[in-house]
């Protein structure tokens, strides 16, 4: 009852997490998706699991607006710092218990250069456990790998996946996740956005739910979900 997700287009997503607002990959005045604007949206702390454009995205201006502390790996939180900006630096495997849970950073197969070519470290996920103990994972851009099983020895509540294919984990091998991960719930992103990552999502809810136990909640920008765990 303490963990909403609001979902804002292509990666970017808003976390209720008890009086906390966290953003996730704050993509959002160039992404042609978006629900919100980067001047709107509000934030305590800004996740962002790696480099790329889609995923920094207007992450400067709203930390400066905002003042929310930027949580990342090592390489990009020291980018932002020579920014102006404020960061807690964490790397892969590593935890630290915030005001809101406990945050640990997750591997993903991906790349994650910065804008500017500098080198961004390590693309992450994150494992997101708050005071009720609700878990939530997210993925991040990444292909498919078998730790997954591992993070879903934790027990997932939600897990949020990419579907584009090309660049992530397609439908298939988005599936073969779930099947690892074990979640109640798994929420796609990352598909629809360009065209060259439009995906049927309700046939991979579907099927998900045909060969899983987890149920999909397909949102579209603007659409929140909220974990009643009791129900
Ligand atoms: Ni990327
Ligand atoms: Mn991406």
Redesign the pocket.
């Known amino acids: 009852m303490f963990l909403k997700l609001n979902f804002y287009g292509h990666a970017a997503l808003g976390l209720e997490v008890d009086s906390y607002q966290l953003l996730v990959d704050p993509f959002l005045d160039d992404n042609p998706c978006a629900s919100i604007k980067s001047s709107e949206v509000a934030a305590d702390y800004i996740l962002v699991t ?1 480099a ?1 454009g ?2 920094l995205g207007d992450i400067v201006a709203i930390a400066k607006r905002t003042g929310a502390v930027v949580i990342t790996v090592f390489e990009i939180a020291n980018w932002l710092e020579a920014r102006g900006v404020k960061t807690h630096a964490q790397h892969l495997g590593g935890g630290h218990t915030f005001p809101f849970g406990y945050l640990k950073l997750t591997l993903a197969l ?2 994650s250069a910065l804008p500017d070519g500098s080198y961004g470290g390590n693309p992450a996920g994150f494992l997101l456990t708050n005071k009720a103990g609700e878990r939530i994972y997210l993925a991040g ?1 990444t292909g498919l790998f078998g730790d997954m099983k591992l993070i879903g020895e934790e027990g997932i509540d939600i897990a949020v996946l990419p579907i584009g294919d090309n ?1 992530t984990m397609g439908p298939a091998d988005a599936l073969r996740a779930v099947k690892l991960l074990m979640p109640g719930y798994v929420i796609p992103i990352h598909y629809d956005t360009f065209e060259l990552i439009e995906q049927d999502a309700q046939a991979w809810k579907d099927k998900v739910e045909r060969e899983t136990a987890a149920k999909v909640v397909v949102l579209k920008p603007g659409g929140s979900f909220q974990l009643q765990k009791d129900n």
């Open positions: 790696h790329h889609d995923h991906h790349g851009d660049y």
